[in-house]
């Protein structure tokens, strides 16, 4: 996620910024959205190697009967394997691919808590008058951040949370790490329909 909510104001100089992780990290059904996620990129890993082992198994077998079958024989087990690697990696395409199971199903999961988030910060920058909220989350281009300009903390209070009370510490580099099978997912879904980007974190 990375947020950047631009005002309606006419107070250019008035500007704030959160930390998307920091606020994502106090927020329960995050935790429970990721456990979640988790859990079924690790199971579908895992059904995608079990395919991926037997098709070693039967390549080992054919190598080893080889020099015992027929040429007709040869291309059935050939063709066979052949069609049952094509098979495991779609399978893995339909689970890890950019429109698989894995990223639909983290975008049903986090889109509502986005949402949460986002409508937050537009109550707290139109209370406050702010022209822009920065996201100094996810590598950000914010070289330099002075905490007096950190809403965070208002924007879990305004949901309702408590700052300090943090329920997951996170992993900053397999949140951003580009989706690969067996990795753990992070958030990394714009909210749909706005420009604004989506993240949240630390504040004030």
């Known amino acids: 996620m990375a947020f950047l909510i ?118 707290i920058a139109s209370q406050s008058q702010y022209m822009v909220v920065f996201d100094k989350a996810n590598h950000s281009n914010l070289l330099y951040t002075n905490p007096k300009h950190d809403i965070s903390d208002k924007v879990l209070k305004k949901m309702g949370l408590k700052p300090g009370e943090v329920l997951d510490k996170g992993d900053d580099d397999k949140e951003n790490s580009d989706e690969k099978p067996g990795e753990r997912p992070g958030t990394g879904t714009e909210r749909p329909g706005n420009d604004r980007p989506s993240s949240p974190g630390k504040g004030k």
């Open 6 to 123: 631009l005002g309606n104001g006419l107070f250019a100089q008035k500007f704030a910024y959160v930390d998307s992780k920091y606020i994502l990290s106090h927020m329960a059904e995050y935790v429970a959205a990721q456990k979640q996620i988790n859990e079924l990129s690790s199971e579908w890993q895992a059904q995608v190697e079990q395919k991926y082992t037997a098709i070693e198994q039967l390549e080992k077998s054919f190598q080893a009967e080889k020099i015992l079958l027929t040429e007709e024989m040869k291309k059935k087990r050939e063709a066979d394997i052949t069609e049952r690697r094509e098979e495991a990696k779609q399978y893995q395409k339909s689970k890890f691919g950019v429109d698989g199971d894995l990223f639909k199903k983290r975008e049903e999961l986090v889109a509502p808590i986005q949402e949460q988030i986002f409508q937050a910060i537009e109550d």
